[in-house]
């Protein structure tokens, strides 16, 4: 898809801890020395983290989930936003965007674990600060929020066989390591509004948008895509709407 539109380009790859402020600060640093300059920042980072409710979850893994994920984007927007107040201030589109990746389960409750929630929804909310904080240099930072895809369930085997190549270290998961049954995602599907299955690609649409000029108004937001999930639960209400509109 890239390709397509603006032609080959040039990507550089490199192995890093986002809680280790060195590795954050190297890779920003290669940034610029690859490139000249560094305009965007996606913080997609994650894990789903230790299970357990606040009863029973244990403290060092919760603490190790919060640095990964919630810790991980502020030493990379440290360590980023420096160099993008660096950039001459376009009117236009500012100097720099930064987009953070959270999920829905950050918008809403409802998650098994306590962890995974609570560390996506501090990403909401550390969008909406930095967004308040870095305004004046003319950089913007947004979130996206995506809903329940279907890549890394779909095709696990294979990507996790890439990453085991190249970096030697993952294991398959054992959730859905086989790939995820039809009936279970015949059940995600059907906790959206538009009954459909989404992918990475539309959470990268989301990223692209709040990273270009498009959305050079936008700031502090936190774009939920989820076929609708959080709007509504599917099925509360429509039949009566169905009959009002027939009316």
């Known amino acids: ?21 060195d590795d954050c600060k190297q890779t920003v640093d290669l940034a610029l020395e690859s490139f000249g300059r560094l305009d965007i920042l996606v913080n997609n980072v994650g894990i789903g983290g230790p299970d357990g409710s606040a009863v029973n979850v244990d403290p060092k893994q ?7 994920n919630v810790t991980g984007m502020m030493l990379m927007a440290k360590y980023a936003v420096p160099a993008m107040e660096n950039n001459a201030l376009d009117g236009i589109s500012g100097r720099g965007s930064i987009i953070n990746i959270s999920s829905v389960s950050g918008l809403k409750g409802g998650a098994p674990k306590l962890l995974y929630p609570t560390s996506k929804g501090a990403i909401v909310n550390m969008t909406r600060a930095m967004a308040v904080h870095h305004a004046p240099m003319g950089i913007r930072v947004n979130c996206v929020c ?7 369930i779909l095709y696990p085997a294979l990507i996790f066989h ?7 270290t993952l294991h398959t998961p054992r959730m ?20 459909t299955e989404g992918t ?47 009316m």
């Open 1 to 21: 898809m890239i390709d397509a539109e603006f032609g080959a380009g040039r990507a550089v790859a490199l192995q890093a801890d986002v809680t280790n402020g």
């Open 62 to 68: 919760w603490a190790r989930g919060l640095e990964i």
């Open 146 to 152: 995506p809903g329940a895809f279907s890549i890394l």
């Open 162 to 168: 890439l990453l085991n190549i190249l970096i030697g």
């Open 176 to 195: 859905y390591a086989g790939g995820m049954p039809p009936e279970v995602r015949e059940a995600r599907k059907n906790r959206s509004l538009l009954k």
């Open 200 to 246: 990475g690609w539309d959470c990268g649409a989301a990223v692209r948008f709040l990273a270009s000029e498009q959305a050079r108004w936008i700031t502090g937001v936190a774009l939920p895509v989820d076929a609708g999930a959080t709007a509504a639960v599917a099925g509360s209400g429509f039949s009566v709407f169905s009959s009002l509109a027939k």
